[in-house]
């Protein structure tokens, strides 16, 4: 039997794919500090709890296609909130941000195309894009410039004939880039004088550290044909497990196309949308006591990594991830053996290598990303673990001083 040459070019997920290895070190009696997910220990608001207790339909039915009313209006009311104005046709409720994404580029995109994101990104943008059979144009960053890419000149140079769309994400997974409203609004210029689709991947926005206000590519009401915002409620609020999500454009023409996947999969799950939906209820000292903590382990991160020789991290301004140039080979076998062969008082870490991260062969072989979603007290261990392993590592196995 044959399989199709979409799937044949989609690859593991970086994060996921030593899960087997965990496991065997785990049954040999291994604590492991997970850095490698993305999934926040941080209590998800009550409140959803609390809507899911009070459900008493007699019949769980299907919600509407585009989503159920009290959520789509709960979403713009958020957006009220940051004083961008939104229709109910804006917005199509889906199965988390990654249908939303799935969905978007399906309508965009065919055989051939081309969409445009700066690298290191999201490891399952390749995967989204593949099934479509276009192809991801890396806009290359180097972790000595701290991943930097928003300069028009070189969005530009990299565009071609075939480039469809420019797609950022922001506040930046892996990197915690965070761009400036002057950054936002060169990409919807450029996005609007080549006729391309501009997507925000914005489900971090509330996670920014400096004080900034919250951004998004919405906006710009003059770029309303282009942009393309995807949001979830997974990490905003801590409820991965929900898989919530919204795409959200001003496009109705692209809107209008959307409906037709959102219509062959019939709908989003109801109690979900309902418990979702209180979700937004909560009120802003929920964001600011999340942001602190986050910021209080990004600190830690920081403060260990700088003091690791030979390590390279320009500090995260906004998400929840570091990204790291460590001074090794390939960090995927250095995963590899520190699940294998590597112990400190019967612990090691997991982090995500980053080779996944790129679309340029060969890049970022000596990256990783960093989830900083433990407590403070495991992260601390967990960047010890690390610091030992790459210790040992370059002696046993690099045959260099530590």
């Not at 961008?84 to 799935?102: F, H, M, Y």
């Amino acid at each position: 039997m044959e399989f199709s040459e979409k799937v044949r070019k989609c690859g593991l997920s970086p994060m996921r794919k030593f899960h087997p290895l965990a496991v065997a070190a785990r049954q040999r009696g291994r604590r492991i500090y997970h850095l490698n997910i993305g999934q926040p220990d941080i209590e998800t608001p009550q409140a959803y709890f609390d809507a899911v207790r009070r459900f008493s339909q007699p019949v769980l039915e299907y919600a509407p296609s585009p989503g159920l009313p009290a959520l789509v209006e709960a979403v713009r009311g958020y957006y009220a909130g940051l004083d961008i104005p939104l229709g109910e046709p804006d917005i199509l409720v889906t199965t988390g941000g990654s249908e939303a994404l799935s969905i978007a580029l399906a309508c965009i995109l065919d055989d051939g195309d081309e969409i445009l994101i700066p690298e290191p990104f999201y490891p399952n943008y390749n995967t989204f894009v593949r099934a479509t059979g276009a192809a991801i144009r890396p806009l290359p960053t180097r972790p000595e410039d701290g991943y930097r890419f928003a300069d028009r000149a070189r969005i530009e140079a990299q565009l071609t004939p075939r480039t469809r769309a420019i797609m950022v994400t922001n506040p930046g997974n892996p990197t915690g880039i965070v761009l400036t409203p002057e950054e936002l609004r060169m990409l919807t210029e450029v996005a609007r004088d080549h006729s391309l689709f501009l997507i925000g991947d914005e489900v971090y926005r509330e996670f920014v550290y400096g004080g900034e206000p919250l951004g998004s590519l919405l906006q710009f009401p003059e770029a309303a044909e282009q942009v393309i915002v995807i949001d979830s409620v997974s990490k905003r609020f801590s409820a991965c497990g929900a898989r919530i999500g919204a795409l959200i454009s001003r496009n109705q023409e692209l809107m209008g196309h959307a409906m037709k996947f959102c219509q062959s999969r019939l709908s989003v799950a109801t109690l979900d949308q309902v418990a979702a939906a209180a979700l937004y209820s909560v009120g802003p000292d929920y964001f600011d006591a999340v942001r602190q903590e986050y910021r209080l382990r990004r600190d830690t991160v920081m403060e260990q990594l700088s003091a690791i020789p030979g390590v390279v991290c320009a500090c995260p301004k906004g998400a929840f991830y570091a990204m790291a140039k460590l001074p090794v080979d390939d960090t995927e076998a250095f995963q590899r053996w520190l699940l294998e062969e590597f112990e400190d008082r019967g612990e090691t870490v997991m982090f995500a290598p980053g080779s996944g991260f790129y679309a340029t062969p060969g890049a970022g072989r000596d990256e990783i990303r960093i989830a900083y979603v433990l407590k403070q007290a495991d992260l601390a261990r967990a960047m010890d673990l690390l610091a030992l392993g790459i210790a040992a590592y370059r002696q046993s196995r690099m045959g260099m001083k530590p």
